[in-house]
């Protein structure tokens, strides 16, 4: 079938293409594509040519949801169900991931059912909240313990709001006052970092934080960052140093300051992405109204306004959080 999507089709370049997808396989059902959000670091640095890019032209995005509208042979999911799809599987067009598309093509084993009290639009940034959540499972947020999150863009919100949620005393950092206050909306603590990383957290947590989340894919914060670890008694009490999740995304080499890690016993962790299950327990948190994603969402645009959004997006002065496509006036 004919169907339309946002396509990448030089660097820095999107517009509305027409593609083609093939007849559904075995186990295959049609989604048609409610709402999609922007991953912007993933995204732009992709348009840019760096990372993970694939050649041009291609379809972006990972972030998408919603409604089985045809189902394959040896399906059981029921047409009209609410899922979350990430993107298509095939397409005429390469996708990088494939998200931003009128329909897609997906396997039934990999979607995900959408809690019945929750809207398209927020579910379109789960995807979002379950790479922000997947460093949890290497911070072991535990009641009490203190977490500080640096670089709250859309990934460092989320991972803010989910220790938070989890009931850790958070503190978040950025340098943008939009993004502090938006994080401060839901209970969580805050500051402006414009006048130095550490000195911005030393009155915000004098004992030093167990886990440092850092969300700005920017390494050479990360020596200033390492002032806010806690600090390590030399004494024969069992020790457990600071955990230092780089849950921002990196373009090339990172360097870590030897010395300032090691006085500390600083243990480093790189999540990768997500599985399953991080996205099943955010859902349940959303559900749960223990996790709000909507109100990340800055503006919500039509996929014909493409090229006025990912001009937006790349300016962070001007989106606190992310913006997302509304399809239904397209299918």
Known sequence: MKTKAIAVTAPRTV????????????????VKTVASCISPGTELRCMSGEG??????????????????????????????RVFSAGTDKCSLPTQWGAHIAHAVKDEKDLLILPDNLEFL?????????????????????????????????IGQLSARIHHAYGCDVVGGDILDTRVNLLQSVG?????????????FAGMLPEGADVLVDATGVSALIRDFLKVAKELPWNDDPLEGCRYILQGSYA??????????????VNFFLP??????????????????????????????????????????????QVSGTLAFNWEEDV
């Open 52 to 81: 993970e890019a694939s050649l041009f032209p291609y379809i972006p995005g990972y972030c998408q949801a919603g409604i089985v509208m045809e189902c394959g042979p040896g399906t059981s999911i029921p047409e009209g169900t």
């Open 122 to 154: 927020e579910c379109s940034a789960a995807r979002l909240a379950a790479i922000a959540h997947h460093g949890t499972r290497f911070s072991q947020p535990n009641p009490g313990k203190t977490v500080a999150v640096i670089g709250l863009g859309p």
């Open 15 to 30: 517009e509305m293409v027409d593609v083609t997808l093939p007849s559904l396989s075995d186990g295959e059902v049609l």
């Open 252 to 265: 090339g080499m990172v360097e870590i300051p030897y010395l300032d890690a090691f006085m500390k016993e």
């Open 272 to 317: 990768r992405n997500l599985q399953r299950g991080d996205m099943e327990a955010v859902l349940k948190l959303m559900a749960e109204g223990r996790l709000d994603t909507r109100d990340l969402i800055d503006q919500v645009y039509l996929p014909e306004q493409a090229v006025e959004a990912y001009a937006r997006v790349s300016d962070p002065a």
């Open 188 to 200: 969580a603590r805050s500051v402006n970092t414009s006048q130095g990383v550490g000195k911005a």
